[in-house]
């Protein structure tokens, strides 16, 4: 089993710059990738940016040039480092990890909220 726990929300202004970090525990070996979703009320959950073995990453083009995601892929974190933080970005951060087969693991969520 694994465990996913985020860290690192919480009230930003606009413009402004905050850093989520998720740490995995448990079969952490089983984990080939991670990434970060974002959920906002009324919204479908999205993928914001994922990385996985080889330094390969993935953003949506709503957070492209704004948003950078790093990792350890020995120690399965993953951090999301969001710059220039918009409104519309405000959402519960999720993290995830996609295990074996088709096992995926979700963290707890933490809220990111940006006042205009």
């Known amino acids: 089993q694994v465990q996913l726990v985020e860290s690192g929300g919480g009230l930003v202004q606009a413009g402004g710059s905050l850093r989520l970090s998720c740490a995995a525990s448990?079969?952490?070996?089983?984990?080939?990738?991670m990434g970060w979703y974002r959920q906002a009320p009324g919204r479908q959950r999205e993928l914001v940016a994922s990385?996985?073995?080889?330094?390969?990453?993935n953003y949506a083009d709503s957070v492209k040039g704004r948003f950078t995601i790093s990792g350890d892929t020995a120690k399965k974190t993953v951090n999301l480092q969001m710059n220039s933080l918009k409104p519309e970005d405000a959402a519960v951060y999720y993290c995830?990890?996609?295990?074996?087969?088709?096992?995926?693991?979700w963290g707890q969520g933490t809220q990111v909220t940006v006042s205009s």
């Open positions: 995830k990890g996609w295990g074996w087969g088709p096992a995926v693991y």
């Open positions: 448990g079969l952490i070996s089983s984990i080939s990738s």
């Open positions: 990385t996985r073995r080889g330094g390969i990453t």
